[in-house]
């Protein structure tokens, strides 16, 4: 592809998700390429991004994601052909926007956090001279404040008005007042009084409450008051202003006049309401730049503008990453790429399209060639939406070799299965059917109106059938919650504590409700369920074991069959095979006196054991020659 087109090419090739690129510069030093620039810069935006996240949460501002990709880029392709630019332009046009929005939001913020530190400093002198008051004699001037016999009691303590003190007031964290208490008592040696008067908010603090600070915390605080002798001079002034300023303390003035205490009341409570008008302006316009962030835009899907911008770096980056695998000579790009054979159509007429679209854009040349021989092809695996979720469960364990046996097919049915083996009830499996029916039927209305059940209509299909297999798998266990059911009557005869079968009675499916509510009910069905499961499980891994097989068979290695399958499936049948051998020969015979019945796990331990050697007792050589 010519360089002057090798964005518009290339974006038009990943919109088709059809190409894997191999990356012919791996001896190439990542910031020597040449696109390692833009996708710097689209990290950079992608940061800037979230900060601006970061100040949406902070400010309550929800985010609309987009998880539909397909949308998203038709979208994208929508209103870039109303801009009447070239489409790389708007990678520019977005960094601008981005920045200037940034900018803009982070000198809002400042400002904001500075005049919301100022409020709280004005509300905490309100609250200081609000609980000091009292000890001052100022008791009438504070509006709403009533203090009764308990709070006299608590004036006991101060130091008499008729001596000359000094006052240090202010508001320290409520969570250091104690160690702020003890020490002031070591440092002056109890030579000061303190009062320690935690802020509670009440009805009677008329609006009088902190804002959340830059944080988003909102800390409690505690007001201390501390009375020490005039006659110190400056010494013990110093020591507790530093001890003080250690704990963060804000230290504000009360006027001991009580003309001058109003006056100054009022002063605080008039500045504090300005502030708040101020605070209120700048909380408005942070809401309204932050709102149109987070609204759709007026064109565009039912994401937020913010998920707009970053889904645009995201493919810009994938772009550029993808540009930097090409090698460059002179002035056309030279690439090697991986394409399933049923896309190839697809992508040629992709690059005819785009010539077609736009003439300033060079054709690119599209041709097959001889794949490396040290290369493996990717592996690439079409899903739809029903096999989707299973195909993600096999890739979570790991992703098949190109042209091996894919066991998500398999999948499909063994996953829910099993799933129903373990969670079998007729109960709780009709409920869990009923809900995946209701995600496949109602999906189209879940989407549209963004309910919270949408993020599991990509396992919609993936819940049915765990619940239909729950609900076989419950009939089979004669289980409906936790209370069996009588289909078809039972083939026992209760009398007193002895339970007697009919001749040649079989229960027609799953099991008889007799066996329920029985002293043996519980080893009964916990040795069934157990070697239902082992049955399951070990055909489960012969299952994996010839797939192994058909592998070996289609890339011809003998020495994955010689080596790897047949020690394998020896040693599965020699073992656990023959286990599940003698769970159904244990089935299949009657035993008068079930205490002579053999025990297959000491059975298959003696074969680890002892090498096979049988203890007479079990007669397992009776059974193997009925069975046979």
Known sequence: MPREGAWDIMNELGETSALQFVDLNEDEQAFNRPYSGYIKRCEEMELKIQTIEVAMARFKKKILRCDNTKAFLKNLRDFLATRNKAEHTYFEDLESEIEERLASLNEQIKSHDSLVEKYNHLVEYIHVLAKTAPYFG???????????????????????????????????????????????????????????????????????????????????????????????????????????????????????????????????????????????VTRN?????????????????????????????????????????????????????????????????????????????????????????????????????????????????????????????????????????????????????????YLIFKKDDLEREKSSLAGLLSARYLVALMGFFAFYCGFIYNDFMAVPWDFFGTCYTVSGHTATKADGCVYPFGLDPSWYHKSNELAYFNSFKMKLSVIIGVSQMVL?????????????????????????????????????????LKWGTFYTDTSKAPSIINVFINLMIKAGEFVRNYDICELILLFL
């Open 544 to 584: 994996g074991t010839m797939l192994k097989l058909f592998n070996a068979i289609h890339f011809r290695s003998p020495l994955d069959f010689f080596f790897e399958w047949v020690p394998q499936i020896i040693f599965l049948l020699s073992t656990f095979g023959y286990m599940i051998l003698l769970i159904f």
């Open 285 to 437: 316009h942070i809401d309204m730049v932050l709102e149109g962030l987070a609204q759709p835009r007026k064109s565009g899907g039912g994401w937020s503008r913010i998920e707009d911008y970053r889904l645009f770096l995201v493919k810009e980056k994938a772009v550029y990453h993808n540009l930097n695998m090409l090698e460059l000579q002179n002035t056309v790009f030279h690439g090697a790429c991986w394409c399933p054979e049923a896309s190839e159509e697809t992508v040629r007429q992709t690059l005819m399209g785009l010539s077609g679209r736009r003439a300033h854009v060079a054709g690119a040349q599209f041709q097959r060639t001889e794949p490396p021989t040290k290369k493996s092809p990717p592996t690439y695996i079409r899903t739809n939406e029903f096999t989707a979720p299973f195909q993600e469960i096999v890739n979570t364990y790991g992703a098949p070799r190109y042209r091996e046996v894919n066991p998500g097919l398999f999948t499909c049915a063994t996953f829910p299965f099993l799933f129903g083996v373990m969670f079998g009830d007729m109960g709780h499996g009709a409920i869990l059917l009923a809900f995946g029916l």
């Open 138 to 280: 100022h008791e009438g001037i504070i509006q709403g404040q009533n203090f009764g016999s308990d709070e006299e009691q608590k004036f006991e303590g101060m130091p008499p008005r008729d001596l000359k003190f000094c006052y240090l007031s202010g508001v320290i964290d409520r969570d250091d007042s104690q160690r702020f208490r003890r020490m002031l008592f070591r440092a002056t040696l109890g030579m000061v009084w303190s009062v320690l008067i935690d802020i509670e908010p009440s009805a009677d603090d008329k609006g009088d409450v902190m804002l959340e600070n830059s944080k988003g915390e909102k800390k409690n605080k505690t007001v201390f008051l501390i009375a020490y002798p005039g006659g110190n001079g400056e010494f013990l002034k110093n020591k507790l202003n530093k001890i003080a300023d250690s704990f963060g303390a804000s230290k504000y003035n009360i006027p001991e006049n009580p003309g001058a205490f109003m006056s100054k009341l009022k002063e605080i409570r008039d500045l504090k309401e300005d502030a708040w008008r101020v605070v209120e």
